[in-house]
């Protein structure tokens, strides 16, 4: 199997240029369609001798799902493969930062901003749950923000769709401890209310600056998801805005909002623009809108390519390689983790 270096070429078509991301299944490449001349993101799958094969079954439904989801606000996958072992995944390469890089840098964000990330990011999930799709792992690092304003949702690589099994194993719990849903915490099977549910902890972060659920351990974090009230949000927030919050972070699935339909619309976008919606199929919107107005931010650090965030130190000596300082347990995805082990 070859080594990923600069230059590898996968699938006669797909050279490796600068790997730019790391995380804990694969590892993203910036690289050159040799065919189209474009440049693209490559996700290839970093080999686990020991969950190789549940692993490879996840990567392929990344690439399944996701190409099933066209929308202005989804990035969009162009191709998958193998090629002497390695599999890979080829997507739109998003020249912008993850919303968690911009709060990092900024904190609490201004409320104009926070709705325009937010609709956005509730009209990809409503495209996603009409097309029977769960995320799973909302979450910043998973959240892309042009220059321009317009945001992409990406990594749908733990997302099962709604009306399948999938390949979670039993009592085993798929997520990012900081934005699981309570039902989630405690072993129940994820819904799109608990997409939304996330979606409300993003939402919380963005406006204060600080995750509102953080004790500091993946099931410290956790059981606070279930069991506690998440912290006031400022005076400075417009009442509207904080009722959608609000809304969101119930704790029981069923005092949600019916779908991401329901919080788009509560966030401006225009009812008759989403008359076509069938709203029974799990909230969403026709493939291609965007009627919100987008946002423009303007980081103080240069915009880069990117397409996953969960960064990790490079596996060699002498490659180069960041972790962002945001990256405490808590973030990492939690993985085996039974309701037993949350309720102790």
């Given at each position: 199997?070859?080594?990923?270096?600069?230059?590898?070429?996968?699938?006669d078509r797909y050279v490796l240029q600068e790997r730019i991301a790391s995380g804990g299944m694969a590892d993203v490449w910036r690289g050159l369609d040799d065919v189209l001349k474009r440049e693209v993101a490559v996700k290839v799958m970093r080999a686990d001798p020991d969950n190789e094969e549940i692993f490879a079954e996840r990567f392929r439904d990344e690439a399944l799902h996701?190409?099933?989801?066209l929308h202005a606000n989804i990035t969009t996958v162009f191709d998958y493969g193998h090629h002497d072992h390695?599999?890979?995944?080829?997507?739109?390469?998003?020249?912008?930062?993850?919303?968690?890089?911009i709060i990092r840098e900024q904190g609490a964000m201004q409320?104009?901003?926070?709705r325009s990330i937010l609709?956005?990011?509730?009209?990809?999930?409503?495209?996603a749950h009409e097309a029977g799709v769960v995320h799973r792992d909302v979450k910043p690092a998973n959240i892309l923000v042009r220059e321009d304003g317009l945001v992409k949702l990406t990594d749908f690589g733990i997302a099962r769709a709604i009306d399948t099994i999938g390949h979670t194993r039993v009592g085993e719990m798929l997520g990012t401890p900081n934005y699981i849903s309570p039902e989630q915490a405690i072993g129940q099977p994820a819904t799109g209310a608990s997409d939304l549910y996330a979606l409300g902890v993003?939402?919380?972060?963005?406006?204060?600056g600080k995750r509102p659920f953080d004790r500091g351990t993946p099931i410290a974090t956790a059981l606070c998801h279930v069991n506690e009230p998440p912290p006031p949000l400022g005076e400075d927030v417009p009442d509207d805005l904080r009722d959608v919050v609000?809304?969101?972070?119930?704790?029981?699935?069923?005092?949600?909002?019916?779908?991401?339909?329901?919080?788009?619309?509560?966030?401006?976008?225009?009812?008759?623009?989403?008359?076509?919606?069938d709203v029974d199929l799990?909230?969403?919107?026709?493939?291609?809108?965007v009627v919100l107005p987008v946002t423009p931010l303007t980081p103080s650090t240069p915009l880069q390519a990117v397409s996953v965030t969960d960064e990790e130190p490079a596996d060699e000596p002498g490659e180069s390689a960041v972790r962002p300082a945001d990256r405490a347990p808590a973030d990492l995805p939690t993985m085996a983790a039974g309701p037993e082990e949350l309720l102790d």
């Open positions: 199997m070859h080594r990923l270096v600069e230059g590898l070429r996968l699938g996701s190409a099933s989801l390695l599999t890979y995944l080829v997507m739109e390469l998003v020249q912008g930062l993850p919303l968690s890089a409320p104009e901003a926070v609709g956005q990011a509730a009209l990809a999930l409503g495209t993003v939402a919380h972060e963005m406006l204060t609000a809304s969101l972070l119930e704790k029981d699935p069923e005092d949600r909002p019916d779908n991401a339909l329901a919080v788009a619309v509560s966030l401006g976008v225009a009812p008759a623009e989403l008359a076509d919606v799990g909230s969403g919107v026709p493939s291609g809108v």
